[in-house]
């Protein structure tokens, strides 16, 4: 058994209250409740509020600049550069507030191929929060767990607060990577998609090092044995449309590529819940249960029945369970190399065509891109859609340069010929506010006709701004919807909408300097 107080003593965690280590998730429920961290809901999910913070903080996210670091990291406005001064400074104080303080500690890993795993440990103030890093990383068996020695540990204590004046932070909220040190520490907010993310940022900057792609997508199996990748920001449906009962779930949002094929980093699925229905998505809605980490979703304080609709505490309401409450999840969380590979996308100004077949180089232009819009709660400050650009589909979680991740893109596509599609998830008619939300029924069946091969024998039409290849029919989908522009009742606002998103993409992509002219000529015409 490991002696988990010798390896804290050996990270500087000393004189500190109980440690409850690697509890069960029935263990560290009780524990949770009998602390009053949360309630127990109807389906039996531990409920819990997060306070101030109800989504990522990336203002509050550094990455320490040392010789590991300094000629390697992206740096700039979203990877942060912290001295190792301050952060010998802000974790010494760290240490002296858990003293004397119970602990929860969670010895698991980053990855499910054994090939490229990374033997992590997280280590929590909260019991609620070992939960959800009990149900989100990969889970040990026994015989693992005896021998588990971390590579990198995570240190979650939203109580402590940072002093922005004496630690260099942007405010008391902090999430810090030290890669010389392997250690994540997290503090001042309890939203616990920090945890997952800070862990996924690690293995981006680990997994190429070992030829592994390392992706912000969820993945899943066909009935004819084919994976399926879904890319996109948080909120344009990588959950729900990989939740898809006829196909075997890979994982929701993490995933390396290897030349072995997928894997998923990690153990479980945090799904958005706002406006959840058992109608449009029954595979979550049953996976709600005893062992879920519900974040800020409003319950009925008699009954404890959830209202996913209401939105009073945040639009970013979280479900955080295990991958093995998905009746379809595939054991291990493994697949082939993918055939069939979508971008997600939410346009808020309703000009982009609902699906587009994209070649190499139009693969290649709109994966640096990343184009989407950051939809209400997922960050804190953003209350309605706005556009964005993120490289990768993932730039707060890249510590590389775009070009690092999108050339082994390039490669794996070249080298198992696998189609891409673009899908729009977001407005058509009109922009946002004036528009509607394209139904989840039409996205469902545009992208189970790529994945089908069904659009390979369709007539298709070229958009004379964005340059998007897009079918005249799909099946399920009315042909009239197909073409963005028919939908607005003003056509010359159309095209100045979609030429000013256009303008919008050819200034984004101007910072990349080092790419083909095959791949800036890709994109749309200003």
């Known amino acids: 058994m490991t002696d988990i107080i010798s390896e804290l003593r050996s990270i500087g965690l000393v004189n500190t209250g109980l440690v409850h280590h690697n509890l069960s998730a029935p263990q560290l429920a009780e524990e949770a409740l009998a602390r009053g961290e949360g309630i127990l809901t109807s389906t039996g999910a531990l409920r819990v509020v997060t306070g101030k913070y109800t ?5 509050d996210k550094f990455i320490v600049d040392d010789t590991e670091t300094h000629s390697t990291v992206d740096w700039g406005p979203i990877n942060k550069p912290m001295s190792e001064e301050n952060f010998i400074r802000l974790y010494a104080r760290l240490a002296a507030y858990l003293q004397g303080r119970d602990l929860f500690t969670f010895d698991g890993y980053a990855g499910t191929d054994p ?3 990374l033997p992590i440990r997280v280590i929590n103030e909260f019991a609620w929060q070992n939960l959800f890093a009990h149900q989100l990383f990969v889970r040990p068996t026994d015989d693992q767990l005896k021998s588990h020695k971390p590579e990198f540990t995570v240190i979650a204590a939203p109580g402590f607060k940072a002093d922005p004046e004496m630690d260099g932070t942007n405010s008391e909220a902090f999430v810090i990577i030290n890669f010389s040190k392997r250690i994540v520490i997290i503090g001042g907010t309890s939203y616990a998609g920090e945890m997952k993310k800070s862990v996924f940022s690690v293995m981006n900057y680990v997994m190429p090092k070992a030829d592994v792609l390392p992706m912000h997508c969820s993945a899943n199996i066909g009935p004819d044995g084919r994976s399926a990748l879904f890319f996109g ?9 990989s939740a898809d009962p006829d196909r075997q779930l890979i994982g929701d949002d993490e995933h390396g590529w290897s030349k072995h094929g997928v894997f998923n980093i990690e153990g479980g699925c945090y799904a958005k819940c706002i406006n959840l229905s058992r109608e449009h998505e029954p595979q979550i809605w049953d996976a709600i249960r005893f062992g879920t980490v519900l974040e800020n979703v409003v319950v009925d304080p008699k009954t404890r029945i959830p209202d996913y609709d209401d939105d009073t505490i945040t639009e970013n309401t979280r479900a955080a369970y295990p991958i093995y409450h998905m009746p379809s999840a595939a054991e291990p969380s493994m697949g082939d190399h993918p055939s069939t590979i ?14 587009s077949k994209l070649d190499a180089n139009q693969a290649m232009y709109y994966f640096l ?15 309605e859609p706005e556009a964005t650009f993120s490289s990768c589909f993932g730039a707060p979680f890249m510590p590389l340069p775009p070009m690092v991740y999108a050339a082994m893109l390039g490669d794996k596509l070249t080298q198992n010929n696998s189609s891409v599609y673009m899908v729009n998830t977001g407005w058509i008619g009109g922009q946002y506010g004036v528009g509607r939300r394209v139904s989840l029924k039409h996205t469902r069946a545009m992208v189970s006709a790529a994945l089908s091969g069904a659009l390979d024998h369709v007539s298709y039409r070229a958009h004379p701004i964005f340059k998007l290849m897009t079918p005249k029919e799909c099946p399920g989908v009315p042909s009239d919807i197909l073409d963005p522009k028919s939908l607005w009742q003003d056509a010359e606002a159309y095209d100045r909408a979609a030429l000013g998103l256009a303008a919008r993409f050819n200034k984004n992509f101007g910072k990349f300097h080092d790419v083909s002219p095959e791949i800036a000529s890709a994109g749309p015409k200003a």
């Open 55 to 59: 989504g990522r903080s990336p203002d």
């Open 115 to 117: 090939l490229y795993e």
């Open 233 to 241: 920001l948080s909120g344009t449906g990588k959950t729900t449309l």
């Open 342 to 355: 979508i971008f997600l996308t939410a346009d808020a100004f309703g000009v982009m065509p609902l699906i």
């Open 369 to 383: 891109s990343g184009y989407t819009s950051k939809l209400a709660g997922t960050e804190r400050g953003i209350v």
